[in-house]
């Protein structure tokens, strides 16, 4: 506690700190809020600039990068069906939604709460265990546990948003055979690259998700217009109540723990534990059927997670000097230029500097709810807009943003080629959740599945001896069975579907 | 077991057809790779056939399970709601993004985006000829501006000559 105080002192009694904090704080909002430019972009920009900074506040300043450009990327998901960042899509699937039935207001809300939430636990948790959490995570965690992980999550995926639950599988089964597509993780031998050479890094899943949802909806909404079925959304500015979030308390604990424990793994990040976290809301819920039409459990459990791993992933990089993301790789750049290390010295060599590192992100995490209720009442007003002036606008900002993450026109063409595939898609009942889950988790399972088969020597009984990895796969094949039992002994049809 | 309609079938007949050449597209890269018995090849089979059956699982699903008139199925509920053919202005709609993301590599985003966003806004139904021209307009220098000189995203300038001249002489306007 008494670091902690000194730590906030420390932060807030310097000008030039607390401008820095403000400006990571608002840069990473808009820049999160920005497809395709997304806070690794601000982070790239202001790389050479950090080196006339002190230590701590160049870290500082990428911290509250991290907290509040994990939550920008929920406003645009919300309301326009535009995920700022692969770690707001799942946010996406019942944000939108809810915006279409007049619940904008809602929805923006609980994202705001939820990741000031999940945030500020997570820093809380960071702050308390960093060492010890640090040394368990990276010794019981290896890849027969991710991949099971991610089986598990594949499961969940398929009762997402489609309209049968065969449906649902070949929303999955698609979005895993377009990550087959380029180089195979173990020998790079090339899959399904027909000798073009854009193919070979693979299908970003970036343009394919802003094809997926921002275009297809454009095209979705420009066709009830053309047969005079278009509605423009209702502007609400309701607040969730109390109420309505205590009666998600479960869903909330249980994303914080999820998103923390896969913000701790590296390589994981913010975005498997946003759909990891959206899974198990999924797992866990009475009504499966009803995520992705508009649930608020379903924004609730994907940005509270998603901002609970921003504290965790701190803590490998801290405490290990591992880095677990993009955005905490570059923050080892940045140690490297005061000539740093991270890892356990830190804690004795520059103790001021980690807590005031901790401070800032508690803060930035308490400054998102003040900010964001702000821009609940004021950015839910960009649905007033008219569609002759949203879909041009959307369409050119998905546009920009598949070109800008790696200046190739092919990703502007696979952006529309996906958009075009999930209009129909959509139309024929498909989950652009389930595409999106498989394409994402399809590159790191496969990769995992790989590692994990050598290490276990093809053996399944070496499952067994690892005690996470078998609990989530029996967890996994759990899921497939019940799917299997509704499907068969539920007589009345339980999926229905929204478009 | 019930008739279906026509588009059930194009849609179990697209499942196969992709499951079919993405199992034969397999012997192209199944090669025996050193450490890992199972290849490049062993993950995309598992992941074609679980495509495979839940192709296959959906058609019989719509064969068998919804008999009774009055109890309709989700995919029934699919057609009736959104399987209405497609008007030639929206097969348009569906084009003319395509050919916007085929031309803008040689003709350059600053010159095809604007008449990009009025063929878009002219199929969406626009008529009044001060929106179509005011509003792309709008948006393509609000946007350029805000990419081009503030974020500092280069964005294609196109490599037809003539085109590409255009494209570096708005950029340097921009910025």
């Given at each position: 506690m008494e670091n902690f105080i000194q730590g906030t002192l420390t932060l807030f009694s310097d000008f030039t700190s607390i401008m820095i904090f403000i400006g990571g704080l608002l840069g990473g909002m808009f820049f999160g809020a920005i497809p395709g430019v997304s806070m690794l972009t601000l982070g790239a920009i202001i790389l050479p600039f950090t080196g006339s900074m002190t230590p701590t506040d160049a870290i500082m300043l990428y911290s509250v990068i991290y907290c509040s450009g994990v939550f920008g990327g929920a406003i645009t998901a919300i309301l326009f069906n535009i995920p700022g960042a692969p770690e707001n899509a799942p946010t996406a699937f019942d944000g939108y939604p809810m915006t279409q039935k007049g619940m904008a207001g809602k929805a923006v809300g609980a994202a705001v709460l939820c990741s000031a939430f999940g945030g500020t636990c997570s820093a809380l948790l960071m702050m308390s265990a960093t060492p010890l959490l640090a040394n368990w995570a990276?010794?019981?965690?290896?890849?027969?546990?991710?991949f099971a992980l991610v089986f598990f999550g594949i499961?969940?995926?398929?009762?997402?948003?489609?309209?049968?639950i065969w449906k649902g599988w070949l929303s999955v089964g698609l979005g895993l055979s377009i990550a087959l597509v380029g180089l195979d993780p173990v020998a790079g031998i090339e899959r399904y690259t027909f000798s073009i050479t854009y193919l070979l890094a693979g299908i970003h899943f970036i343009p394919v998700i802003l094809g997926i949802f921002a275009i297809s909806e454009v095209l979705l909404q420009a066709e009830k217009r053309a047969t005079g079925a278009y509605k423009a959304?209702?502007?609400?500015?309701?607040?969730?109540?109390?109420?309505?979030?205590?009666k998600l308390k479960i869903a909330v604990a249980r994303s914080v723990v999820i998103g923390f424990f896969a913000g701790i793994l590296p390589g994981i990040g913010a975005t498997l534990a946003a759909?990891?976290?959206?899974?198990?809301?999924?797992?866990?819920?009475?009504?499966p059927e009803e995520f992705g039409k508009g649930q608020l459990e379903g924004v609730v459990s994907s940005e509270t997670s998603n901002n609970a791993a921003t504290g965790a992933a701190m803590i490998p990089l801290l405490a290990l000097g591992l880095p677990g993301g993009a955005l905490t790789a570059m923050m080892i750049g940045v140690f490297q230029m005061h000539n740093m290390e991270p890892g356990p010295l830190v804690f004795q060599n520059s103790s001021k500097l980690v807590w005031v590192v901790f401070a800032a992100m508690f803060f930035a995490n308490i400054s998102i709810f003040v900010l964001g209720w702000l821009q609940t009442k004021t950015v839910v007003h960009l649905l007033r807009i008219p569609f002759h002036f949203l879909?041009?606008?959307i369409m050119l900002l998905a546009t920009i943003g598949s070109y800008a993450i790696r200046s190739l026109t092919m990703d502007i063409f696979v952006m529309f080629a996906a958009g075009i595939l999930g209009f129909f898609l959509r139309r024929s009942g498909y989950s652009v959740a389930g595409i999106v889950l498989g394409l994402i988790l399809g590159k790191i399972g496969e990769q995992n599945f790989a590692q994990a088969s050598q290490m276990m020597h093809y053996d399944i009984m070496n499952w067994i001896g690892r005690p996470i990895a078998a609990g989530l796969l029996i967890c996994g094949i759990g899921t497939f069975a019940m799917q299997f039992y509704r499907l068969?002994?539920?007589?009345?049809?339980?999926?229905v579907i929204d478009d | 077991m019930r008739k279906l309609p026509r588009n059930q079938w194009i849609e179990f007949g697209f499942w196969m057809f992709f499951t079919i050449s993405a199992f034969a597209l397999t012997f192209g890269f199944d090669r025996e790779v050193n450490m890992y018995k199972f290849g490049a090849a062993g993950w995309p089979r598992i992941i074609i056939a679980v495509v495979f059956f839940a192709a296959l699982g959906q058609l019989l699903q719509s064969l068998f399970k919804a008999e009774d008139p009055d109890e309709k199925s989700a995919t029934d509920v699919v057609s009736e709601e959104t399987h209405e053919p497609l008007g030639i202005n929206m097969w348009l709609m569906l084009g003319v993004p395509l050919v916007y993301a085929l031309t803008v590599e040689s003709l350059g985003f600053y010159f095809t985006t604007p008449f990009f966003l009025m063929a878009y806004l002219y199929l969406t139904g626009e008529r009044r000829l001060g929106f179509l021209i005011g509003v792309p307009i709008g948006i393509y220098l609000f946007l350029s501006?805000?990419?081009?000189?503030f974020l500092y995203v280069g964005l294609p300038t196109g490599n037809l000559p003539g085109f590409y001249g255009f494209g570096t002489w708005v950029v340097e306007i921009l910025q």
């Open positions: 990276i010794s019981a965690f290896g890849p027969p546990e991710i499961a969940v995926a398929a009762s997402v948003g489609s309209a049968t959304p209702k502007v609400n500015l309701d607040f969730p109540s109390f109420l309505e979030f205590w759909f990891m976290g959206y899974s198990e809301a999924v797992r866990w819920s009475k009504k879909a041009p606008a068969v002994f539920t007589k009345k049809k339980t999926y | 501006i805000l990419f081009t000189k």
